[in-house]
């Protein structure tokens, strides 16, 4: 259905959209996910061409609508969007709404316009709404009427702008029940959101983008429980993470504990969690590791925090011969470790760069 090769959108001093190469086939659910400012918006509208892409190319159903000849109104009858601020006429009816397209654009009789539209409505369950005024709806019901008006119009393709992102959380549920139910029809959709079960759960695609370019793309199990590359891992664990790296035994060690507080009150985690973090970093690293450590130390210390799971995890990486503290440490100070932690696994030399990994779970 759509074919992407290189495409590039800049603007004054940004460039949202790099390089952004892919083929979406028919009847293919994807949602595009990332962090905010990463080109995924940008991309829906220059699928559309509500913007100009700067360079590259886009083909929808054989056309190629990057071509200046190409005639753009004929591809949107294909193609509709649901963006987030609904875009309803205040001065129709929610029924005068969805006939308007198929009338004017369409050309489709008052009295077929009419029935398609409340056969929709009863589809996003709004019938009774029928002849109230989009001010007297609430913002979820505004934008199931939206989704019943983009699909009055028979597309092939629908492209949805994050359509939860102005609603209170109590009405995104109604409308993501909506875009599942299209999901189960076979209709091609994309989908910017923000909502991540959601897309895991009515996807078939994942696009995750990053740095102008669509970072990471496969199966939702891929993408949230495999994903390839650090920068998706990241984002779909929802990690926050510090990293520390020593490479003297003359380090401030006072000022990565220090760093180590600062980190955990900046997300909110537990005293008693950051207190174990801090025991873990002076009881291992300080006491057992670095006097062990070739002259040339080489340490990295990453803690890891999911605001998903509320759970923190440290990466102990170093240098040298191989060497299990909990199996050759000094015993008080592996039991005060071990007090701290509900998980620790020395994982012995791993990596290109021969360096000893040990992962700990903390408390």
Known sequence: ????????????????????????????????????????????????????????????????????????????QKMGMVFQSFNLFSHMTVIENIMAGQVDLLHRPRQDAYERGMELLRMVGLADKATAWPDELSGGQKQRVAIARTLSMDPEIVLFDEPTSALDPTMVGEVLAVI?????????????????????????????????????DGTPEQIFEHPRRERTRLFVRRLKVQEENITSRDFDFIGISSRMEEFGRKHMISQKTIYHMQVVFEELCVQVLVPRLPQELQMKIVSEYSEESGTVEMRIQYNGAPFDPLAEGDELSVALVKNAVSGIEYCGVCGDHGMNVLQLRIK
């Open 180 to 216: 599942r139910s299209l999901a189960r029809k076979g209709l091609t959709m994309m989908i910017v959101t923000h909502e991540m079960k959601f897309a895991r759960d009515v996807s078939t695609r994942i696009f995750y983008m990053d740095q102008g370019e669509i970072y990471e």
């Open 1 to 76: 259905m759509i074919t992407i090769r290189h495409l590039r959108k800049e603007y004054s001093g940004v460039t949202p959209l790099k390089d952004v190469s892919t083929e979406i086939g028919k009847g293919e659910v994807i949602s595009v996910i990332g962090p905010s400012g990463t080109g995924k918006s940008t991309l829906l509208r220059c699928i559309n061409r509500l913007e100009t892409p700067t360079s590259g190319e886009i083909i929808v159903d054989g056309m190629a609508i990057t071509d200046k000849k190409c005639k753009i109104n004929l591809v949107r």
